[in-house]
């Protein structure tokens, strides 16, 4: 290299590092937070929830609350916000205010606001999700998880008449749809396990907490164990379906959107997911009839599981804590954002005298029946892998029921040794 | 010499590069394809071309494109010019010294080499939040540069060795101050050596993910590599938008690569064959 | 800059000031002005690098070997010292040991296959004209790549359906595997796509090396009547070592700390920890978990081991340039 084209390269390089610094000089930076009654919100997107959904829902709050400044801060990925969220606490900038993050561990730590009677008035289910006796996270919505979706066409092809609600049904129904050529269940996995859970989650749902509903905080106290032969029937009944065929093992891998994706393209005749697919099934496209059942029980009894949370989360350090809890409250009692979230959601809002709008569609108007008949008959149970409170999972323990899901689909693991995992996961967790 | 077969050396180089390059085919043939037939048929040429997902991208409400290459331009290059000083100076002070406390500091600078970012992360953030730098861009660049100097002195020592001193010492010689001598004397002899430094810590800084996720954290949005990242979540099925997003990241390193092709080879090459 | 020193004439920036015995007034005035000279020097050359350096990765090192050695917990808040604990736990925790078992899997295929490869391609590129120079842009084209878009793009060739099981199909293979559902297969899949990117590296610094093979040597050996694969074992070979020794080493280095990868295309697994390498463990426990004296003492033995695995190939490596 010559000396001339040397010292050319470098004035290159430096006019280029000039113009870059000025173009970023000039550039957009994000929106400051300024004023006495900042805030900072964590949110996450989702083919369902996107920015402008959240920016609308921000604005509407802070169209009555001109003086709360919301600074909304995006968690990388939605899956993964709770552990991010940890991050956050881990690296000194834990949020003001959460959306959908679980308040398990936080709570214990000091790190939230607890919520007093006076703040859940207005909640259907002021007491669900407790920890050490108190709520930290607002019970804005219910989740049926995971009832059956199905493609009717499908059931129709293999000869499948009726909705299965006994376990030998379903396995009747989903013998046919194999024998007619088609995939039985569709389910997903990679960054998005717990794609890959659901059929368990809704087996230990039906099976253990139809009988013992607080086998969870059983679990806690370490009078149970995921080794005992209840909960391990569970996980063979699982990797049962694996084994015959009625789940592509090949799918672990495949993240959440392209999962429903493959459902909506007919890949697949019945996809078990919570009640969140409403929405998409209601405004994406596909060229099929989407019915939906309850998770089939062993012997036909109704049992729903569901999870009751979700809302808000408030950080016990917030700078300027009333206005997060004004804020908090006010977003999740807003008539119209809750409307938004039934059709981009399809949540189901825990708000005592909401009526979901007259316009929803026919699969989330079929999935809200199935529940409200399940609340009148007294049968609503918790979601496996999905409380978030003292009933629940330790924290961080969601992610190896994922994993111990795939391995059983995948076949690396029998039940038995997927249950001895679990437990020396907990025991790690604890 | 002579080659038996002389056609048969291009033409396995051509099939070769051919199947190595079709995952970088992909980008293009998915960025100018319309969004819906991507799931479709992945690997089709994108014919007609459309320019809508890259309008897309540019045009989202939050600007996350643009917030994006502001922070990754400010942070590399704020970054990358503060490493080429800082490390030119450090590696002629190592270079030039002859006591062993600085054949001591050598070893110790270049055993930071082979350091595991994930091994330092979680302090790094605690030394970060001490001095209120956490989540700032000055805190990330502060970062940056203590996590790649060694690599800038690796190279600058090198090179440095290979200058005879006398250049130096004739300007001293003359009275000169050794600040002065540095500028005006050795630094324009080290071009070459600060040429590899810029280009790849430039590429390496620019690309990183988990350093600016965790230290810049969500309030000042993200650089392109952690905004690609996040956007994964949000597109999910979206593809066009996913690799246009991605094309864009590329494209300023892409250019920068394409235009000091020649720069890139010698500053690996420098490094490769003085060891 | 504050202390201007005027060095004595005709003395080395560098050489050291008056001797130890001279007492004399003006002697000890000079050692002193030296002090301060090499402490100036010292000051505006070196304390600024090496100060950021011992902020950013002296000082956190020295915080983790401390974590490690605590219960270190945000959630569980006091930190507890807790002694050598962690490590042994550590040692009988079958998610390390798999940890352990796939980043030497992993790292064994990233420093061989672009190895290999990369000397290969070297060679059948190592011509002149513009035509070799465009297909070596090709091979190092990836290199310039972000490890984000790289496993973005992969993620999207290796699908279950995607191109490349589309081409496998339309060739006759009927059942093609799930590259990366498969968990006999993810961890391959994985280090394949790593050695795809790394390749164009090794390319690149064979070639450098080649070029620094005198064509005189090469024209005596092939008088002698060596063939092609002779004149490479007897010539080339050896002249390559340095370009090997380097390499090697980043391969080494880079591959150990593999995380991004892994975040975006499997997440660990399938199942549990199939492709969780240590690197991904540390960050999944301590900041994603809580654990951090936990995934403190996973980075310290990390540290160690890429230590240990860098000082030998380096041992090894440098002893055969000397050889030559």
Not at chain 2, 123 to 134: G, Q
Not at chain 2, 156 to 177: K, N, Q, S, V, Y
Not at chain 3, 122 to 134: E, V
Request: proline share 7%.
């Amino acid at each position: 290299m010559t000396s001339v084209t040397r010292r050319k390269f470098l004035r290159g390089a430096a006019a280029t590092l000039l113009t870059t610094a000025a173009l970023a000089g000039c550039s957009v930076g994000p929106s400051g937070s300024g004023g006495g009654e900042a805030i900072t919100f964590l949110t996450f997107e989702t083919p369902n929830l996107t920015p402008a959904y959240w920016d609308a829902a921000i604005k509407r709050v802070t169209d009555k609350h001109p003086e709360i400044k919301v600074t909304k801060l995006v968690a990388p990925s939605a899956d993964g916000r709770t552990a991010y969220a940890k991050q956050l606490l881990q690296s000194g900038q834990f949020p003001d205010v959460l959306v959908g993050v679980s308040p398990a561990g936080f709570a214990e730590a000091g790190e939230l606001y607890a919520w007093q009677p006076d703040d859940l008035k207005d909640f259907q289910f002021p007491t669900a999700n407790p920890i050490q006796g108190k709520y930290f996270q607002l019970p804005a919505n219910t989740q049926t998880i995971p009832p059956i979706y199905y493609n009717k066409k499908l059931f129709q092809a293999a000869g499948v008449t009726g909705e299965p609600k006994t376990w030998d049904e379903l396995l009747a129904a989903a013998e046919k749809l194999k024998a007619a050529g088609t995939t039985p269940f569709v389910i997903g996995g990679g960054k998005d396990g717990f794609a890959s859970s659901m059929i368990l989650a809704g087996i230990v749902s039906t099976d253990l907490y139809g009988d013992r509903k607080d086998w969870l905080s059983k679990r806690r106290e370490d009078k149970v164990k995921f080794t005992d032969p209840e909960f391990v029937v569970a996980l063979e009944k699982f990797g049962n379906l694996a084994e015959r065929g009625y789940i592509d093992k090949n799918n672990v891998s495949r993240d959440y959107a392209a999962t429903e994706q493959a459902f909506l393209d007919g890949q697949g005749a019945m996809y078990p997911m919570g009640n969140w697919f409403a929405a998409s099934a209601d405004s994406k496209q596909h060229d099929f009839e989407i019915g939906v059942f309850n998770f089939p029980t062993q012997d036909g009894k109704l049992v729903v599981p569901a999870y009751t949370g979700g809302g808000m989360i408030v950080s016990a350090n917030a700078k300027n804590q009333s206005a997060a809890r004004k804020f908090a409250l006010a977003f999740q009692l807003d008539k119209e954002q809750l409307d938004q979230s039934v059709k981009a959601d399809g949540l189901f809002p825990a708000i005592k005298g909401y009526q979901p709008p007259a316009d929803t569609g026919p699969v989330f108007k079929a999935g809200y029946e199935l529940y409200q008949k399940a609340v009148q008959e007294n049968a609503v149970v918790n979601a496996f892998r999905w409380e978030t409170a003292d009933d629940g999972l330790l924290p961080g323990m969601a992610d190896k029921i994922d994993a111990a899901a795939q391995d059983l689909v995948t076949g690396r693991k029998n039940a038995a040794e997927v249950a001895t995992y679990l437990d020396a996961e907990w025991t790690k967790a604890s | 010499m002579t080659e038996r077969l002389p056609w048969l050396r291009p033409i396995v180089a051509l099939v070769l590069s051919a199947l190595f390059f079709v995952p970088l085919y992909l980008v293009p043939a998915n960025v100018f394809k319309p969004g819906d037939q991507i799931s479709a048929s992945p690997a089709s040429p994108p014919w007609p071309p459309t320019l809508d997902n890259i309008t897309a991208v540019l045009s989202r409400p939050d600007n996350l494109f643009w917030v994006s290459l502001a922070n990754s331009v400010i942070v590399t290059a704020v970054s990358v010019v503060v490493l080429t000083v800082l490390s030119a100076m450090l590696g002629h002070y190592l270079a030039r010294s002859r006591s062993p406390w600085a054949t001591a500091l050598t070893l110790v600078l270049l055993a930071g080499l082979m350091i595991p970012p994930q091994v330092i992360l979680i302090p790094v953030t605690e030394v970060l939040k001490a001095t209120e730098l956490m989540a700032t861009v000055p805190g990330l660049v502060l970062f940056n540069v203590g996590y790649y100097v060694p690599f800038g002195v690796f190279v600058f020592t090198g090179f440095i060795r290979g200058i005879p001193i006398e250049l130096e010492e004739a300007a001293f010689l003359d009275g000169a101050r050794r600040t002065q001598v540095f500028w005006r004397v050795v630094f324009p002899l080290l071009r070459p050596a600060s040429a590899s430094v810029l280009i790849f810590l430039g590429v390496w800084i620019w690309n990183d993910f988990i350093n600016p996720l965790v230290i810049l954290g969500p309030g000042r949005g993200t650089t392109v590599t952690t905004g690609v990242y996040r956007s994964i979540g949000q597109y999910q099925t979206d593809f066009g938008s996913v690799f246009a997003l991605m094309f864009l990241a590329t494209l300023p390193v892409l250019v920068f690569y394409l235009a000091l092709q020649k720069h890139f080879v010698k500053g690996l090459t420098g490094g490769a064959t003085k060891g | 800059m504050t202390t201007h020193t005027e060095l004595p004439a005709g003395r080395a920036p560098t050489a050291p000031g008056g001797g130890r015995t001279t007492g004399t007034p003006p002697a000890r005035r000079r050692r002193r002005g030296a002090i301060r000279d090499r402490l100036a020097h010292f000051g505006i050359f070196a304390a600024p690098g090496v100060l950021t350096y011992a902020c950013f990765v002296v000082a956190p090192i020295v915080l983790s070997v401390y974590y490690s050695l605590t219960n270190a917990n945000p959630f569980r808040p006091p930190r507890r010292w807790v002694g050598l604990d962690n490590y042994t736990a550590l040692v009988q925790d079958p998610e390390f040991l798999t940890a352990l078992r796939v980043t030497t899997i992993l790292t064994l295929i990233v420093v061989i296959v672009p190895n290999v490869g990369g000397l290969l391609v070297a060679l059948l590129l190592d011509k002149r004209g513009r035509f070799y120079n465009a297909m070596r842009s090709v091979f190092f084209t990836p290199v310039i790549l972000s490890s984000v878009v790289v496993s973005v793009i992969w993620t999207r060739l290796l699908d279950v359906d995607g191109p490349l099981n589309r081409a496998l199909r339309a060739l006759g293979v009927d059942d093609p595997p799930a590259w990366l559902s498969d968990p006999d297969f993810a961890l391959y899949s994985v280090a394949s796509i790593i050695s795809w990117q790394m390749i164009g590296f090794c390319v690149v610094v064979y070639l450098a090396g080649l070029q620094g093979v005198p064509v005189e040597l090469q024209e005596a050996a092939a008088l002698d009547g060596a063939g092609p694969v002779r004149r490479f074992r007897a010539v080339t070979w050896p002249l390559l070592a340095p370009a090997l020794t380097i390499n090697t080493v980043v391969l080494l280095i880079s591959a150990f700390k593999t995380y991004d990868y892994i975040k975006v295309i499997t997440n660990g697994g399938p199942g549990a920890g199939t492709t969780a390498t240590i690197a991904f463990n540390v960050l999944q426990t301590g900041l994603d978990g809580n654990h951090v004296g936990y995934a403190s003492a996973m980075a310290v033995l990390m540290l160690v081991i890429v230590g240990v695995a860098t000082a030998v190939a380096l041992k090894i490596l440098r002893g055969r340039e000397v050889d030559l």
